[in-house]
């Protein structure tokens, strides 16, 4: 009962201790939590969903099945489903007695309105495209859900378990993004736009009670006031330390709990495949040669994170090291970029968002490009708003560089458009083969194959698996030490007796 008062207390003098035993008690059950970047909206089915879940995903959205903490597909609002022999079609039974925090009924409407919400020809849904091959959806009768698709999808349930997946109320859908509405243990008290938002435990869930009464996101994008804040007490978690030089002084530290966790998140540097010169792969892959990734880590991580020469997270079982297809070697880049046409390098604009790792990543690689005569100009542009619309949108770029959250996100070089502007019928096979495969081992065979056509393609410049640096007060329990969907789950979070 008194953890979170002996968190207070230590950077309180003496002489106020028994003045603050009221206040104390009375805060018990709070936990603050860091969030570097404050979502456009709540919703996380709304347009780009990875900010919007790191806040309510879980604490206030659910989904028909979520991720936990090990990565598994495990029940949710559907408390069991049932495959077809041509795994085409899916049938969810649906928990009773569930009610979303307005006081509406969770049934197979809703959870049909959600899905149909999803794959409609207006969505703006950031992850739209791995849901696409939901051809039908129908209720049959309140407490089950069936799906038909149009092709095999083996990814599917994966992909329900998302944010971008979460079950929504249709009377609230249109207001989720200020107002969220969920069926989750926490409910919206507050959002202070550029500050936080605060949430506290609904005492209508369906499930276990939560065991704090309040949790509040607080959005601190620069990385030293992160570790201010932490030091000082006014937040308890920062689940992904922004400062990594600062990591290993909160680990000699006996107030804090570390942990280097694995990540989803893969780090690159994307083209536009459809602009010259990086339309040449030659281009691509000299460029490639030209980073030092060893040396990129360290400078900018403090020497936490794994080069990847794929887009895959070593997180991931379907991993595999392609670092060696391009390794460093500026003496050979230099005569690939000459064999392309440009044996004086050339100059082009980086657009980088204006995130720390992507400033602090893009300077260095600036340097490494410098060497082999590239002049890469670097231009802020702001994240998310700018960013989102620039490169995500129009495509209006040469170079940019983001980390890729969403797990399993590999297929997202076979979309028609996206923001590489890649086209291999190579790799769209190979994601085909994922989709329709009938076993793990040829689901596994196929996730390789698409790894080993993009590092001999090189549609971006894979650079680094970002390590998830998790720093929180000593005093708690229940924090995800791990991240395999980029989240702030603090449902089974909770101070120690």
Do not use: C
Request: proline residues 7%; glycine residues 6%.
């Amino acid at each position: 009962m008194f953890a979170r008062f002996r968190h207070f207390a230590r950077t309180l003098p003496q002489a106020a201790l028994l003045a603050a035993l009221p206040v104390a008690a009375i805060a018990a059950g709070e936990v603050d939590f860091v969030q570097s970047v404050e979502p456009a909206g709540l919703d996380p089915t709304v347009s780009s969903p990875v900010a919007a879940g790191q806040v309510t995903w879980q604490n206030l959205f659910e989904g028909l099945v979520a991720i936990d903490r090990d990565g598994r597909i495990v029940p949710q609002l559907a408390t069991d489903w049932t495959i077809s022999e041509d795994r085409l079609t899916y049938t969810f039974n649906l928990r009773p007695d569930v009610t979303f925090h307005n006081g509406t009924p969770f049934d197979s409407g809703t959870a049909k309105f959600s899905i149909e919400r999803i794959v409609a020809d207006d969505s703006t849904n950031g992850q739209k495209a791995l849901y696409t091959d939901i051809a039908a959806v129908e209720a049959p009768d309140p407490q089950t859900l069936v799906l038909t698709l149009s092709r095999p999808s083996s990814d599917l349930l994966y992909w329900l378990g998302f944010p971008a997946a979460v079950m929504v109320e249709e009377g609230s859908a249109d207001t989720n993004g200020t107002d969220p509405v969920g069926t989750g243990p926490f409910k919206l008290d507050e959002w202070r736009k550029g500050d936080r938002v605060i949430m506290s435990a609904w005492d209508g869930y369906w499930g276990d009670p939560a065991p704090l009464d309040t949790i509040t996101a607080r959005f601190i994008a620069d990385p030293q006031a992160q570790a201010a804040a932490l030091q000082s007490g006014q937040v308890d978690i920062a689940s992904e330390l922004g400062a990594p030089e600062l990591f290993a002084q909160f680990a000699e530290d006996p107030k804090f709990a570390t942990n280097v966790g694995t990540g989803e998140m893969e780090v690159v540097a994307g083209m536009n495949n459809a602009r010259a010169p990086f339309d040449n792969v030659r281009v691509r892959r000299a460029l490639m040669m030209a980073i030092d990734r060893d040396a990129l880590i360290q400078a900018v991580k403090s020497g936490y994170g794994t080069p990847i020469g794929s887009h895959f997270s070593p997180a991931s079982p379907y991993y595999t090291d392609l670092t060696g297809e391009y390794p460093y070697d500026p003496e050979a880049a230099r005569a690939l970029l000459a064999e392309a046409g440009y044996p004086n390098g050339f100059e082009f604009t980086f657009k980088v968002p204006n995130r720390t790792y992507a400033q602090r990543s893009a300077e260095i690689l600036q340097a490494f490009f410098q060497q082999i005569g590239v002049t890469a100009n670097i231009v802020s542009s702001d994240f998310p708003a700018a960013w989102i619309q620039e490169v995500f949108t129009d495509t209006d770029y040469d170079m940019t560089i983001i980390g890729h959250a969403e797990p399993l996100d590999i297929g997202i070089y076979a979309r028609d458009p996206y923001y590489f502007n890649y086209d291999s019928d190579a790799f769209d096979a190979a994601m085909q083969d994922v989709a329709t495969a009938t076993d793990e081992a040829a689901r596994k065979a196929a996730y390789i194959r698409a790894q080993e056509i993009l590092a001999d393609d090189l549609p971006a410049l894979f650079l680094y698996s970002d390590p998830k640096l998790g720093v929180w007060d000593a005093g708690l329990e229940g924090v995800w030490p791990d991240g395999p969907v980029p989240a702030n789950d603090m449902t089974e979070v909770r101070w120690s007796e």
